[in-house]
């Protein structure tokens, strides 16, 4: 059973950069065929993909967050990482964590075969 778990801050300030992990146990980051991307939902709308990094260590944006994503990941603590710079209170949502079989679409989340909990990131001063 796949378990993948988020973490990081649950507050940040306006115009700092957010950082969030994912920890994944029970399969492997460089398993081929899958790909592990961050998504996110603010209070009311809908997810909206953000990232993915799969198993090549090939790296996928939106490109409508314009730069402000990173992904990269520890492959020996089998971890990747979401940085976002510039955060505004727009930022505001739960963060997911999850994996996905193959690649684009990215927003076909019916595709998504495992998630975290998700984390609230709240961007305030």
């Known amino acids: 059973q796949v378990q993948l778990q988020e973490s990081g801050p649950g507050l940040v300030k306006p115009s700092q950069t957010l950082s969030l992990t994912c920890t994944v146990s029970?399969?492997?980051?460089?398993?081929?065929?899958?790909?592990w991307s961050w998504l996110r939902q603010p209070p009311g709308k809908g997810l909206e993909w953000m990232g993915a990094i799969d198993s090549s260590g090939n790296i996928y944006y939106n490109p409508s967050l314009k730069s402000r994503p990173s992904i990269f990941r520890d492959t020996s603590k089998n971890q990747f990482t979401l940085q976002l710079s510039s955060v505004t209170p727009e930022d505001t949502a739960v963060y997911y964590c999850?994996?996905?079989?193959?690649?684009?679409?990215?927003?076909?989340?019916?595709?998504?075969?495992?998630w975290g909990q998700g984390t609230q990131v709240t961007v305030s001063s």
């Open positions: 029970g399969g492997s980051i460089i398993t081929s065929y899958y790909a």
């Open positions: 999850a994996r996905k079989l193959g690649g684009s679409p990215w927003d076909s989340y019916t595709d998504y075969d495992y």
